[in-house]
């Protein structure tokens, strides 16, 4: 029997951009079992949301995640204003639909790119990343801030998109569709891509459905679920259909938000189109009563469940979140062991794991 070696992978690793480590034990360069250590990145975010005011956490929970940002906090927003009930203008719907599928875009952008950073594709890792600083900018001209636009608040949206920025953002959005739709098809039709991941990583839809994985990992297994099917914000009019792949595999999951990078773009000129004139905000009145309630928003890694429960004070009683990735990590038990060495990182980027998320 060949000696077997336990190694930590991470928490520091080129394809980790936030600290996780999992203890790999391989035999003859092959993984026979993995183990999870997550706790190097929490901050106590749910319960400082009980100590603020609730206005105050929006700005606290789009510091839950860089990336996710904008989506924390409408998703907030959302959760809160059930609370009342509270019902939003139609046109802040719409405006709450384009920042988030702005937020997906470069989100699944800036994955793609760490994709071919693993495989070793450096240049085409910084075409990716190049035509994803024109989404920042449009992010930034209409919001006034690439990363944590702030955008939401309870009742509505903060800011509207004029005439011209709309025209602006329509011409950027054009332009991304045509260079992402370039590089994608370079990118899928590789065979030394198809190689790192065709078969890698697989699981299948019963596998996926008995762990309870979520977003692009579970569309990508070939599960039709979508938290944006319920028809939150404006989805239910924009005619909104999943990304689904069946194969379960790592290149599956590429697959799965390259297209759905495409569609958010697809997304926004619709809604674009579609805006109705009018308010972007509803003043709640009072405060918000002693009531609790949940919230499923589609997350760019997935399904984010948010809870909360009033008391009739301006504060909340209990917040929690749950987010994508914490769904996600237990998969990598299924998938790793059997796999080659070398396939580690590939295997682990393909959940696109965030670890701020996770742990809050």
């Known amino acids: 029997m060949a000696p077997r070696t336990v190694a930590p992978f991470g928490p520091q690793h080129p394809v980790l951009p936030e600290p996780i480590q999992l203890k790999i034990t391989y035999e003859n360069e092959k993984v026979v079992d993995v183990v999870p250590a997550l706790g190097y990145g929490h901050r106590g975010i749910e319960k400082a949301c009980e100590l603020n005011e609730y206005p105050k956490n929006i700005h606290l929970v789009e510091r839950i995640c860089g990336i996710c940002s904008c989506i924390h906090g409408i998703s907030y927003c959302e959760t809160v204003e059930r609370l009342w009930p509270l019902e939003v203008p139609p046109r802040a719907k719409y405006l709450r639909v384009i920042y988030s599928e702005m937020s997906r875009l470069h989100s699944h952008l800036l994955w ?209 979140v749950r987010t994508p990735t914490f769904a996600n990590i237990p998969s990598l038990l299924v998938m790793l062991p059997g796999c080659e060495l070398a396939d580690v990182p590939v295997i682990v980027l393909s959940i696109d794991p965030c670890i701020s998320c996770t742990e809050r």
Not at 118 to 132: D, K, N, T, Y
């Open 112 to 320: 793609l790119g760490l994709l071919c950073d693993a495989l070793g594709f450096e240049s085409m890792f910084m075409q990716f990343w190049r035509i994803r600083e024109k989404v920042l900018d449009i992010l930034e001209a209409t919001s006034g801030h690439r990363v944590t636009q702030s955008i939401s608040v309870v009742g509505g949206v903060r800011r509207d998109i004029d005439a011209e920025q709309e025209k602006t953002c329509i011409k950027v959005l054009q332009e991304v569709k045509k260079e992402a739709e370039s590089l994608i098809n370079v990118l899928a039709s590789d065979p030394t891509v198809k190689a790192r991941t065709v078969g890698k990583g697989v699981l299948t839809k019963e596998q996926a459905i008995l762990l309870g994985i979520n977003g692009p990992h579970l569309r990508a297994s070939g599960v039709k679920e979508d938290s944006r099917m319920l028809g939150a914000q404006a989805y239910s009019e924009l005619g909104f259909e999943p990304i689904v792949e069946t194969a379960g595999d790592c290149y599956a999951r590429a697959l799965v938000r390259a297209r759905e990078a495409l569609q958010s773009i697809e997304l926004q000129l619709e809604a674009f189109s579609k805006m109705p004139e009018g308010e972007i905000f509803e003043r709640p009145k009072g405060r918000p009563p002693a009531n609790e309630v949940t919230y499923r928003a589609e997350q760019p890694r997935g399904e984010c469940f948010y809870y909360a429960k009033g008391n009739g004070t301006q504060h909340l009683e209990r917040f929690r």
